[in-house]
Structures are given as structure tokens and as C-alpha cells.
């Protein structure tokens, strides 16, 4: 199904730093709840990710992702995911995390 111009620039995909990764106990699947930098104008926000078979907490510390920052908030259990951490879904499941390819400003639109 094509979208128009106009239906992606809709979509916020935004730079951002992990800065904070914490074992996410009661998800139903193995996840980890993660605090994302987004800069001085989105700031610190949280998100549910299911990527602990591929990455450790310590591997996702100081990394930068991109995250779509214009979803409303998702109860997970007991957490209130507010931005998506984007990634790309391998056959097996797993989900490989998108990144800018260099080191970008927290907050940075894709454009």
C-alpha cells in the first residue's frame, strides 16, 4: 500500500541516547525498559523493547537509536512505553536496533 508525502512526514522518527536500561520483569516476553534522551525539546522518554537476546543492558547504554516519538503512551504492564525504539525484525524474531550511522544530535529529526 503506497502512503503520500504527507502521511510519512506525519511520522516523528527522531534521534536519540540510551541513558538509562533496566530488566523489564513483568512483560510477558524478556524485555528491558529503557530511557531515551531525546534532547532539550522531547526529553527523557521510556520505552518497552524486546531485544534482550541480542543486546546486554551494558551494550545498549550511551547507543543511539531511532525512535518514533509521535505514538501515544502504551501501558506494558506496569510501564507506560511513551516513543518506539525502531529496529529491524530478523527471521528468527529478533529485532537488530536502528542507529544513525554517525552520531547525530539527541532530538534529530529523519528526514
Do not use: H
Not at 511520522?11 to 536500561?21: F, H, K, N, P, S
Not at 520505552?47 to 516519538?69: D, H, N, P
Amino acid at each position: 500500500m503506497d502512503i503520500s508525502w504527507q502521511e510519512f512526514e506525519k511520522v516523528e522518527l527522531r534521534a536519540g541516547t540510551i541513558v538509562q536500561v533496566e530488566d523489564f520483569q513483568k512483560a510477558r516476553k524478556p524485555a528491558y525498559k529503557i530511557w531515551v534522551d531525546l534532547g532539550v525539546e522531547i526529553g527523557t522518554k521510556r520505552s518497552s523493547a524486546q531485544v534482550t537476546k541480542l543486546y546486554s543492558k551494558e551494550e545498549l547504554l550511551g547507543r543511539q537509536v531511532i525512535c518514533v516519538t509521535n505514538f501515544p503512551p502504551k501501558q506494558v504492564a506496569d510501564f507506560m512505553s511513551e516513543v518506539l525504539v525502531t529496529g529491524f525484525v530478523l527471521p528468527d524474531g529478533e529485532v537488530v536496533l536502528s542507529q544513525p550511522e554517525r552520531p547525530v544530535p539527541n532530538g534529530a529529526r529523519l528526514a
